[in-house]
């Protein structure tokens, strides 16, 4: 069976500093015409910083939508047509203060795929060097180490709901066997 839709008309509704919205016609596999609401946004990347010691760096920051403080590894968005490697040594450096020796790819997650173009990268953060963060000027963030084992229990209890985190996290533990 055919699966594609076919784009007739676009129209875009906003464009922000970080989001596009835009409304699209499309035409089904049986030729029945359908609307379509497209979030364009430009990807991001998350790393798990893992610590010789065992530590993860968990970020913990005001997440506005939600209206609540929620826990995550560091990540960030990345900016048009940027490479997603440098971003992740980027927002580690910026978000925890760390440097690495190792960074090991995890492969990527469709956040939303009804809706939105956001691509996330995953990375695996090793062999870190410690020093200052220095976050961006509009951010405002807690850092803390908790234990590998830890954060994995956080996601498995549902303490940890983000997204990125919990794919990522649990990639990590699979890929090490931890």
């Not at 990268?121 to 020093?131: D, K, P, R, S, T």
Request: charged share 25%; glycine share 8%.
């Amino acid at each position: 069976m055919d699966l594609w839709e076919k784009t007739i008309s676009s129209q875009t509704l906003f464009e922000g500093k970080i989001v596009t919205l835009k409304v699209d016609q499309a035409q089904l596999p049986n030729g029945v015409l359908a609307g379509r609401e497209v979030v364009e946004h430009p990807g991001g990347v998350c790393i798990l910083p893992l610590f010789d010691d065992g530590t993860v760096s968990v970020v913990r920051q005001f997440r506005y939508p939600f209206q609540q403080v929620v826990a995550e590894l560091p990540a960030g968005k990345l900016e048009k047509g940027e490479d997603h490697r440098p971003a992740a040594l980027r927002e580690l450096e910026e978000e925890v203060g760390a440097t690495c020796g190792k960074l090991t790819y995890l492969g990527c997650l469709y956040l939303s795929p009804g809706f939105s173009t956001e691509v996330l990268h995953m990375y695996l953060a090793q062999e870190l060097q410690q020093g200052p963060s220095h976050p961006d000027e509009d951010e405002f963030l807690e850092t803390e180490r908790v234990p590998f084992s830890t954060l994995v229990q956080q996601v498995l209890s549902g303490e940890i709901v983000d997204a990125k985190t919990v794919a990522t996290v649990l990639k990590t533990k699979l890929l090490l066997g931890l």
